[in-house]
Each structure stands twice: as structure tokens, then as C-alpha cells.
């Protein structure tokens, strides 16, 4: 465990640091992406808005930086809750923000998910191995998200 960070819900002031937090991290991506699929995965002062007010969004803080990383969770139906906008900025990488952040599934899990969800892109090999770790299996279900694959990964939660 990281001393010094907090993981915590982010309030509504949280919002251009969540947009500046998923900016910075998928920056290196960006030529990998499409427009429509970069836009939607780092979000626009609306459409942060739209998830702070759909989603539970989850921040990491310290005192030196104040956001160094973010997760979104949300019920999607009886059951299944859905994960998405992971990030955590390229200098707090292997300190262990991620594991922390993907434990945001537990609040899922209080609200009756018993089988939780997340979807990344084809550029995201390093994500895919971290939520492979962490005992999420890809599904074999893919969808469009503005022209990229995007591939389905999910975790049973046995409790």
C-alpha cells in the first residue's frame, strides 16, 4: 500500500482534475485512438459532468499532488456493475494507486454485484495484463467505441 494516498469519492471540484488526470494518462495513446474514442475516454467538461452524476467516481489524492488518479463504477443492471475511466498518471505508475482504485469494485459489490465488468482497447496491453492479474477474464465480447475494438473483461466476485 502507497502511504500518503487516499482513495475517496470525488466531489463535483473534483471534476477538472479527473479531466486532466485521464488527459495526461492516455496522452500516449492518443495517436492510437481514434478522435471520437480518445474524446470519450478522456471526457469534455460536459460529459464529466454526465459521469460525476451516473457514476460513483473514485479519486486517489496526496498532499504534494492532489489527484494522481481516478476510477468510475456504476450499477448497470441486476447484478453486474461496469468499471471504467481507470487512469493513473504515467509518474505514480508501480506504486500500487491501480490495485487500490480497482478495489472501488467492493462499493459494487455492496449494491448487489455479484459480477463486475470493464472494457479496454486494443492499445491498452499493459491494462489488459494488470485486470488479468487481478483475476478479470476476457470475455470474448467486443464492441465499437468510435471505430476501436473495445474488449469486454469480467470478474465473478465469490464472497
Same mark, same amino acid.
Given at each position: 500500500?502507497?502511504? !500518503?494516498?487516499?482513495?475517496?469519492? *470525488?466531489?463535483?471540484?473534483? %471534476?477538472?482534475?479527473? /479531466?486532466?488526470? @485521464?488527459? =495526461? ?14 474524446? $470519450? ?11 460525476? #452524476? ?9 498532499? $504534494?499532488?492532489?489527484?494522481? !488518479? ?7 443492471? %441486476? ?7 481507470? *487512469? ?8 500500487? =494507486? ?9 462499493? /459494487?459489490? %455492496?449494491? #448487489? ?10 492499445? /491498452? ?9 487481478? !483475476? ?8 465499437? @467505441?468510435?471505430?476501436?475494438? @473495445? ?9
Amino acid at each position: 500500500m502507497q502511504a !500518503g494516498i487516499t482513495i475517496r469519492r *470525488a466531489l463535483e471540484t473534483d %471534476a477538472f482534475g479527473v /479531466l486532466e488526470c @485521464l488527459r =495526461i494518462a492516455f496522452e500516449p495513446y492518443r495517436v492510437k485512438y481514434t478522435p471520437g474514442a480518445f474524446a $470519450d475516454t478522456v471526457l469534455t467538461p460536459e460529459t464529466i459532468q454526465d459521469r460525476l #452524476g451516473r457514476m460513483s467516481v473514485f479519486v486517489a489524492v496526496t498532499a $504534494d499532488n492532489p489527484m494522481v !488518479g481516478t476510477i468510475a463504477g456504476a450499477v448497470v443492471h %441486476a447484478g453486474e456493475g461496469h468499471l471504467r475511466g481507470m *487512469a493513473v498518471l504515467p509518474e505514480w505508475h508501480g506504486r500500487g =494507486i491501480a490495485e487500490r482504485l480497482l478495489q472501488s469494485e467492493a462499493e /459494487l459489490a %455492496a449494491r #448487489g454485484c455479484s459480477r463486475v465488468t470493464l472494457d479496454t482497447t486494443e492499445p /491498452l496491453q499493459r491494462a489488459m495484463r494488470f485486470y488479468e492479474k487481478h !483475476g478479470y477474464l476476457a470475455s470474448g465480447r467486443t464492441t465499437d @467505441l468510435f471505430g476501436m475494438t @473495445l474488449h469486454e473483461y469480467g470478474k465473478d466476485r465469490r464472497f
